[in-house]
């Protein structure tokens, strides 16, 4: 997930994202602040920190630090579902403006690891094949993990489809029972009606 918000200086942003259990999530982000004599967002935003705050669906907060205008920030979730990652900028200036605009770029990686770029400029080819091989496996693992997420979380749709449809029959089937039983007792009382008046 790669994409970029608008924020006002010390507003909170957050987005949501659905994470299975064991996956070790990387966020990059970095920082831009509008400058009014260029009318553009400048590459760099110094005196501004982000407080990244990460809660899990049980509302646990898994993370909650402050990092600079531009950082990586990682956690690993325990429990499948819906993840909040929020991120509020924390002026370190002596003044700060609350209308001034920001432009954060956020890059999400879920289930990808940290592979160490030094073994793999390792000159002996056989140990940079090794750790390539591992990555890959990692990846593999984490497909998997997530296929499996991805089909306990359509088994619980399909249950909960199938309670609404029986519902929806059985109500449907009631409604009709008290339609006819309404007819019923509306012919009922109009031939006792007429019964009385003689007019039968």
Known sequence: LALYFHSGEREEKCIIEDIPSDTLVIGNYKVQ???IHEQDFLESAPGLGMFVTVTSPSAEVLLSK?????????????????????LQ??????????GSKLRIHLDIRVGEHFLDESLLQAKDKVNEVNVRLEHLIEQIHHVSKEQNYEREREEKFRKTSEETNSNILWWAIVQTIILISVGIWQIKSLRDFFISKKLV
Do not use: K, M
Request: aromatic share 18%.
């Open 66 to 86: 402050l990092y600079g205008p531009q950082g990586t920030f990682s956690f690993t979730s325990y429990l499948s579902g819906e993840h909040i990652i929020c």
């Open 89 to 98: 900028s924390n002026s370190t200036r002596l003044v700060a403006f609350p």
């Open 33 to 35: 602040r509008w400058d």
